[in-house]
């Protein structure tokens, strides 16, 4: 079973910016896509930036609503993926989870809180 640990979400102005990274456990972290979702109240979780496996060249793809300012990577010797978030806007709060994409049901975590508020 693949443990996914997120961290590195808090409160940040409007215009801030935030780096959010994910821990991965088990040997198949390399070889999958990996994703950045998130969860506004009332709302469907959606993915806001992928990442394919190092197989396919790590290539990253974004929603439209945080593309230019949100920056997927991944780092496969530690087997983490971050997500650097810099312009943050009000829209953007929610609880952020990373998992492979596409995602595996028994792999969601906790998530991290991200709250843009001023």
């Known amino acids: 079973q693949v443990q996914l640990v997120e961290s590195g979400g808090g409160l940040v102005q409007p215009g801030g910016s935030l780096r959010l990274s994910c821990a991965a456990s088990?040997?198949?972290?390399?070889?999958?896509?990996m994703g950045w979702y998130r969860q506004a109240p009332g709302k469907q979780r959606e993915l806001v930036a992928r990442?394919?496996?190092?197989?396919?060249?790590?290539?990253?793809d974004y929603a439209d609503s945080v593309k230019g300012r949100f920056t997927i990577s991944r780092d496969n010797v530690k087997n983490s993926v971050d997500l650097q978030m810099n312009s943050l806007k009000p829209e953007d709060t929610a609880v952020y989870y990373c998992?492979?994409?596409?995602?595996?049901?028994?792999?969601w975590g906790q998530g991290t809180q991200v709250t843009v508020s001023s």
């Open positions: 990442i394919t496996s190092i197989t396919t060249g790590g290539r990253p």
């Open positions: 088990g040997s198949i972290f390399r070889l999958n896509a």
């Open positions: 998992n492979f994409s596409p995602p595996l049901r028994d792999s």
